[in-house]
């Protein structure tokens, strides 16, 4: 029989802990030392990959004495919610051993990370879920989608000619990554990569992924693709571009393959499938909920929040319901006026009613007012629902970065 877990000690975890750190990530996830050699890692280059998160990231962990039997971080990063830059965390490493689950320890790890958060100014948490249903009883919802594609050789479009060129690069190429910081700043939902958010994402990536970019007739940077050819499929991890050039351009670029690959494999993180957008669009795709996402304080995140100039001057109430921070547990009523928030101690013409769940997925866009009502996740006259969804952008974020 366990002990008492609400005596076991919860603590910021340090480069002493990364052994227990490790370990229980990989029994957790079930890192097998066949899938390590296959990425050519080894467990002390693990180790040693962990320490910059240990470092500088939040990262919680529960003890049984001196043995680490739970954790949980938050990676720091930045976040464009339509045009203002968020300073977010990206909550990862959430696991517990088999035989201490069930006993409330991941709900204190969660309430401290989040508390930690909301002292940092971290207004928004995201988070890849293990398990829907179990977020959403902490107040997350689910903020943005992944479409997977699958393409046949025959499919690729021949029709584009862009006037640029492509040029391989190294990882490391500055152009590269100055093009996803272009690309982040106009993207509402793109999270800005820090040094951290780069190294998790070539943390598995085999030595023959690739990094190909279009420059314009101008020898101007404007899109990019990052890829793998294995057994005759080219695997498209990433392809961003600032223009409808560079869109063709690179596609043009994925044709110039055809003598190697038989298939084109992809994931796209826009709110839209591609086939409209190839010449033949009978293809393969299917989309699933991706990233899910918590506010953590509705007061600091109103504050700087973004609203439709076009939508006119309102005032409304949002009677927040949430049953895991008390903080947010209230009624905020906002101003919305010329393209602003503003947060006020006055009465309101217009009232919503809603969990901080719903509340984080319709200002972030995923669904509109609208919906929300026809679904029973909101309650709202029909003209304050019509109001909401002419103040609010209503574009569903761009969220690619899996930390």
Avoid at 346 to 362: D, G, I, K, P, W
Wanted: hydrophobic content about 40%; proline content about 4%.
């Amino acid at each position: 029989m366990l002990p008492n877990t609400t005596e076991f000690e919860i603590r910021n975890l340090n480069t002493d802990d990364a052994d227990q750190y490790n370990a229980l990530l990989r029994y957790a996830f079930q890192i097998t030392e066949q899938e390590l050699t296959s990425t050519g890692w080894h467990d002390d280059e693990i180790k040693q990959s962990k320490f910059p998160i240990l470092k500088r990231a939040d990262v919680l962990g529960c003890f049984d004495h001196d043995a680490l039997v739970s954790q949980i971080a938050v990676y720091p990063l930045k976040m464009n919610i339509y045009g203002a830059v968020y300073p977010i965390g990206f909550v990862t490493s959430v696991c517990t051993y088999p035989e201490y689950s069930g006993n409330g320890i991941m709900k204190r790890l969660m309430l401290q990370i989040l508390t930690h958060m909301r002292q940092r100014q971290q207004s928004l948490a995201l988070l890849f879920p293990y398990s829907i249903p179990l977020y959403r009883r902490m107040g997350w919802e689910i903020v943005s989608n992944k479409i997977t594609y699958s393409v046949k050789d025959r499919q690729i479009p021949t029709k584009a000619k862009a006037p640029g060129y492509v040029r391989r690069v190294p990882w490391d190429n500055e152009d590269f990554k100055n093009l996803h910081a272009q690309f982040a700043a106009a993207t509402h939902g793109c999270l800005f990569r820090n040094s951290l958010a780069w190294e998790e994402y070539w943390r598995w990536d085999e030595d023959d992924t690739v990094v190909a970019i279009y420059y314009d007739p101008n020898d101007r940077p404007s899109g990019y693709m990052v890829y793998l050819i294995k057994d005759d499929v080219m695997h498209i991890k990433e392809m961003i571009y600032l223009t409808h050039e560079a869109d063709e351009g690179l596609w043009e670029y994925i044709r110039a393959h055809d003598s190697m690959i038989d298939e084109v494999r992809g994931s796209s993180y826009y709110s839209d499938p591609i086939a409209f957008e190839l010449e033949d669009g009978d293809i393969k795709e299917s989309i699933r909920p991706y990233i899910m996402g918590r506010i953590v304080d509705v007061e600091q995140f109103l504050q700087k929040y973004q609203c439709d100039p076009a939508g006119g001057r309102a005032r409304v109430s949002f009677e927040v319901e949430d049953k895991f921070l008390e903080w947010n547990n209230r009624t905020f009523t906002v101003d919305f006026r010329n393209g602003a928030c503003r947060l006020v101690n006055a009465r309101a013409e217009h009232t919503v009613r809603l969990s901080v769940a719903t509340l984080t997925t319709l200002l972030l866009g995923y669904k509109t007012a609208a919906k929300l009502e026809r679904l029973g996740r909101l309650q709202a006259d029909e003209e304050t629902v019509q109001l909401i969804d002419d103040l609010l952008f209503g574009e569903i974020p761009y969220i690619s970065d899996y930390i």
